[in-house]
């Protein structure tokens, strides 16, 4: 098989949750345990930090790893969803994993993994962690797919652990309360090991420390001892930072939830200067910039890493910006951003998968933009016709378009020079609307 066909066989031949939700999901560790065993447990052969939450994990583990790769280690990064190319899942210092490695351990290795029918993902972290070890990296910064105690990246046992924020999502697999998410994202909470809190609340704070006290593992709740003082919009694209030891700061990654991944980051990057992985200057004084390593790799993270989707300008006049976020504690916030832009009209290219809580989502969106609801290349995308239903009965007034290139174009269309083009709902809007634009 060449790549492109490598690619339809993980698709399409293996389950994979991204494309069939509950039909590719698959809970549990035993195939993910035999595949680890079958490669001889490459994970053990580097560092690695556990990266699980609801939202911001993608932004806080590219950030994360970009400053890792600045202060001169060579970073493995191993993320999901993907949004334009299967590789960009698995990088080592910003770059992703050849299509020759791609295909090579598929065609190498599918004679042992074929009979144990596994998911794409089992399939996919398997490939990552070989390829971090033949790569010989010094340090992985690993995503959490969904939810965290049953997650197939829950074989790892790292230098530090994370969990960004919970909010509701995938609750068909992971409960219907918020003391069950993070329950189930608590899983990644090992003994002895060190774990950041980004954000948490009176729901799911003593869950968290509950399942800390039984492993015995130091919780940091990262809003007890903030990092980041402010934050606004740059001008320009992306977000400035006050924060407590690095002064001003500027990043690149734009939109407003930037700032609590930013808080939780830096409390990160504090962590691991206890443990020896990066210097920090505290001597403000003597040091007013200080922190070189950290300050550019913060503000370029995009560039380093590859990252795309996280409030994204795509150009200006009319200004187009796309985002990732897919949930109700992504949308709290796009929202917000979105009703502080300036423009004569706003257009919104939306579309959803199915799964999600759509009506909560469209209780969240501007009433006075127009809409043009589409449906991504996607098993699980919720048919457009039915979403213009749905949100005709929360005062969301559109047309449907039967694909995204379709939704986009009609918009710029419509558009003038002085509105604004925002293109959202679903991480899979935002994949099909990068790959036009390519």
């Known amino acids: 098989m060449n790549y492109s066909e490598t690619c339809e066989y993980l698709y399409h031949q293996i389950p994979m949750f991204e494309r069939q939700g509950s039909a590719g999901y698959k809970a549990g560790l035993d195939n993910t345990l035999a595949l680890d065993e079958h490669l001889k447990h490459p994970h053990q052969s580097y560092a690695t930090i556990h990266i699980a939450g609801t939202n911001g994990k993608g932004s806080c583990s590219h950030t994360i790893a970009a400053i890792l790769q600045q202060c001169g280690y060579r970073v493995g990064l191993y993320t999901s969803p993907h949004l334009v190319d299967f590789r960009e899942r698995i990088r080592v210092n910003g770059v992703p994993v050849s299509e020759e490695y791609v295909v090579d351990f598929i065609e190498k290795e599918r004679g042992f993994f074929e009979p144990l029918h596994p998911s794409f993902f089992e399939i996919t972290t398997a490939m990552a962690f070989q390829y971090f070890k033949d790569m010989d990296i010094d340090i992985a910064v690993v995503e959490v797919g969904l939810g965290g105690r049953l997650d197939c990246t829950n074989i790892i046992s790292p230098i530090l652990s994370v969990i960004t924020n919970i909010s509701f999502d995938h609750m068909q697999f992971l409960g219907n309360t918020l003391e069950k ?32 006290d039984e492993v015995g593992a130091p919780v940091i709740f990262a809003e007890d001892t903030p990092e980041v003082v402010s934050a606004y919009t740059n001008p320009g694209g992306g977000m400035h930072y006050s924060t407590k030891l690095m002064g001003d700061i500027d990043g690149d990654l734009g939109g407003i939830y930037q ?87 706003l257009h919104i290219v ?52 039967p694909n995204v290139k379709e939704a986009y174009l009609a918009a710029m269309s419509a558009a003038t020079s002085e509105d604004m083009i925002f293109v959202g709902g679903s991480s899979y809007v935002v994949g099909d609307f990068l790959k036009y634009c390519r």
Not at 191 to 202: H, L, M, Q, S
Not at 355 to 379: G, I, Q, S
Request: with cysteine; glycine share 10%; net charge neutral.
């Open 259 to 345: 700032q609590k991944n930013m808080n939780t980051v830096l409390v990160v990057v504090r962590e691991l200067s206890k443990l020896g992985y990066i210097y920090l200057s505290e001597d403000t004084e003597k040091y007013p910039r200080g922190n070189s390593e950290i300050r550019e790799a913060v503000g370029h993270v995009a560039e380093k890493t590859g990252l795309m989707g996280r409030w994204q300008t795509i150009q200006t006049a009319p200004l187009v910006v796309c985002d990732t976020g897919h949930n109700v504690g992504g949308w709290q916030y796009v929202s917000q951003q979105l009703g502080q832009m300036r423009y004569r009209q």
């Open 350 to 401: 939306f579309g959803m998968v199915g799964d999600k809580d759509v009506d909560a989502v469209l209780l969240l969106l501007p009433r006075h933009a127009k809409y043009y609801f589409t449906k991504a290349d996607n098993e699980r995308a919720l048919d457009e016709s039915q979403l213009l239903s749905m949100a005709a009965k929360h005062g969301c007034e559109g047309v449907s378009y």
């Open 181 to 212: 998410i993070a329950a189930e994202k608590a899983g990644i909470i090992k003994k002895g090991i060190p774990v950041v809190i980004g954000e948490a609340n009176e729901q799911t704070r003593p869950v968290f420390e509950q399942k800390a």
